[in-house]
């Protein structure tokens, strides 16, 4: 069974600087897109940045100029850079994937757990 794995949120003052990291794992042959997305209390989940295998990234205008997103297709990996951070930024971020088994199989959109982050003095 295939499963992503979030890691590196945590509690950060504004201004202040985090790395996540999402680490797929189980039986992966591709993964197409990867992403990352949030959610803040009260509020509907949103899209931070995605990726596709090859391309350019996207990025949602809030977190423009600040967030990085980048990925590592021998680790299965994707990350997000995230630098001079507010405290809007404060959420859940989940990460998400289009992973294919095998040769013969569909793509899956897969998610993570989530890891929280946030930004306070």
């Known amino acids: 069974q295939v499963q992503l794995v979030e890691s590196g949120g945590g509690l950060v003052q504004p201004g202040g600087s985090l790395r996540l990291s999402c680490a797929a794992s189980?039986?992966?042959?591709?993964?197409?897109?990867m992403g990352w997305y949030r959610q803040a209390p009260g509020k509907q989940r949103e899209v931070v940045a995605t990726?596709?295998?090859?391309?350019?990234?996207i990025y949602a205008d809030s977190v423009k100029g600040r967030f990085t997103i980048s990925r590592d297709n021998g680790k299965n990996t994707v990350y997000l850079q995230m630098i001079s951070l507010k405290p809007e930024d404060t959420a859940v971020y989940y990460c998400?994937?289009?992973?294919?088994?095998?040769?013969?199989?569909?793509?899956?959109?897969?998610w993570g757990q989530g890891t929280l982050v946030t930004v306070s003095s």
């Open positions: 998400n994937a289009k992973i294919r088994e095998g040769r013969h199989y569909n793509y899956v959109e897969v």
């Open positions: 990726i596709p295998n090859a391309g350019s990234p």
């Open positions: 189980g039986t992966i042959f591709s993964i197409n897109g």
